[in-house]
DNA sequence: TATGAATGAGTCTTCATTCAT
DNA sequence: TATGAATGAAGACTCATTCAT
């Protein structure tokens, strides 16, 4: 009965704004299930029955809220894009070294892979291809912002002498490293998730 | 036309030995032509009368050569795991340094990733959850010999003081690095694979 | 805003002895969105949900008007039928001569199909199998009076002479042609509808 | 298990042609009985899984033959059109004054609505907008080839002085007045079919 | 071994209708 | 009277799988 995306003084903003739906709604209830079910599962294996039960309506009633499954996909990917964005850009105002700023993008990163908005993100990310290509665009228009924050911070560094691989590349592999982690760090084992973002920096920059 | 995996020496031997499918027979071009549509639309989103379509027969007569969708998806898989698995085997054989030991690791990977094998490759990745958990448990076995690998030569690095990365830790964030590579590396663009494996180098890496 | 029928001092009168909606209530305006919608759409494709908002209400409280989907297309049906009856009996009774009497039945006709209620009427026509039987039963009723009077002109034209084919086909041959004016006449092309009328005459009579 | 249309030498050749669905062939007999229960209960209350249960196979299995409803539509319709046109030409053909050829217009008409291809034609009329708009097009495509075979013959038999009104709307008024006939002429009743085409030349010409 | 029609359970989606507020 | 979320039965369509030929 979560969010789908993790409900800090920021992203109460958002919802009071109306740009993310509040886990209180239907439509936020629906939409946190949904990301729960789409990443255990999967997007295809998930069926409209199961959501609706799960949320426990009838499948019919979805589609008040819904016009179909896509835009259920779309809105979970949506709003957790849109809250990351809003994340990373006030924690990098908040963090003063090009190294501070290199961690603050690994910690919110880690934060939405890990935290309470981890399925949205894992959704996100592993059911991409599933989302129709006209809403592939939109997402992709507030997920460039996100990267475009990323290679200025790590165009920086490079410039500093801070790391060695170009801003570009050194974006991707990151992104690939961590996205890669839902399937093996588990929160609570013997790697706190502060000790996987220093392992991350470590890959990122020489000492 | 091609094996879903790269016909080296190597694999001629597995083929002879009966461990891979000929592309010459039916069932290899079906696992080849499967790997690719799996890549290119999802598991889910291809249909059997497609991939029968492709290989120029008719729906019913997969049903000769493989006993379930499921069969085909772990054909593909369990393929490729060998193939890695003995081409890693082989590229480390032939490696002195550890640090050479590295390159190869990177190399086959990428090699994996972005040649001939590329689909069955980012099949076995991005389509692992469509596969049924008794087949996953099957690839499994095959994919932890080849994760051995990786950790025992990062475990050597790190003794070494070569890694600053605890090497189960390492093993997963290049594998994740890399694995990411499907979506933005292309062959033939301004990065070679070459230049590419040493960036990845470079994170494992501090000189 | 219009009702499905026309508002003459005839339909004034049946509106205010109860016989016919008023457009300026809810219940006339729904009959008059209704009509315009069946027939644009027809009645299976229009959704309760479109007419509510046409008419600027929610789909819910349609139901405070009308039981059922079904009760508005009779709704629609009835008062056309019961306001073409009337319209036709005045026409007759000011009419002399037996050419004009049958005049008189091919204007009232045309002026139904193709005036303000021309939707209702076009839908009287052609959306008659979407009614239930029950309330087929009922709107036939007046129906049949309608066509009464027809026969008997017709019949009596039959025995003066003016016409060659029986009373009952002669009727039911030209209510057939009317009909389908609806698909190639408009109002305001090349042909008038007192000259379309003409040409229906120039059937039936043979000069 | 008849045709949709009526099978004569014509259209033993149209069949062997390929351009007509032979009765014999599942898809024939699922367009047969479509058009039947298309007339009876209209297009939009026929369910896929009536249609099948009447050919006795499962509503699963209809899209072997047909990827749509709507393409079963357009197969009624198509076919009925395509046989109408020849039917016509020929007939047409063997007539030789242009009463002769008005009379071959009017029993063709009659002999499609009132033949064993009834059905298709009554679909024809009758449920033309629940036929998508492509659609539309292609069937009007051959429609119009028809239609021109009637206004040349009224074409004729205006300047020959043999008819009163316009071609353009002497065809259309009789096509509505024979179009009618659907419901009320019975074959079997009183007035037998050669007579109804007597009371319709009636109609169009001055004796 | 190949065919291809048929299966039938399952999918998303629609929509008239209900009802607590 | 109006609202609008919810209902739930029904609709068209999908597709891996089967099997007689």
């Known amino acids: ?22 886990p ?18 999967g997007y295809n294996r998930t069926t409209m029955r199961e959501l609706a039960a799960e949320v426990g309506i009838l499948s019919g009633s979805i589609f008040h809220h819904f016009e179909s499954k896509d835009e259920i996909l779309f809105g979970v990917m949506h709003e957790v894009v849109l809250a990351m964005d809003d994340a990373l850009a006030t924690a990098l105002a908040e963090a003063t070294t090009t190294r501070d700023k290199i961690l603050a993008i690994i910690h919110t990163e880690l934060a939405f892979i ?38 200025e911070v790590f165009a920086q560094a490079h410039a500093e002498g801070l790391t060695l691989v170009e ?8 992104h690939g490293a961590m996205a890669w982690t839902t399937y093996w760090f588990k929160q609570g084992g013997k790697l706190s998730q502060d000790e996987l973002a220093n392992r991350v920096l470590a890959l990122a920059i020489k000492e």
Do not use: C
Request: proline share 5%.
């Open 167 to 174: 801003p570009e590349y050194l974006s991707q592999l990151l």
């Open 114 to 151: 890990h935290g309470k908005t981890g399925d949205a993100t894992a959704v996100l990310i592993y059911e991409w291809r599933a989302l129709s290509e006209k809403r592939q665009r939109q997402v992709l228009k507030v997920r460039k912002n996100y990267f475009k924050l990323w290679e």
């Open 24 to 41: 209180a709604t239907p439509r936020g209830r629906l939409l946190a299930t949904a990301a729960r079910l789409f990443r255990e599962k």
């Open 1 to 22: 009965m979560t969010s789908p995306v993790q409900v800090g003084p920021l992203l109460r903003q958002m919802i009071d704004e109306g740009r993310v739906s509040d």
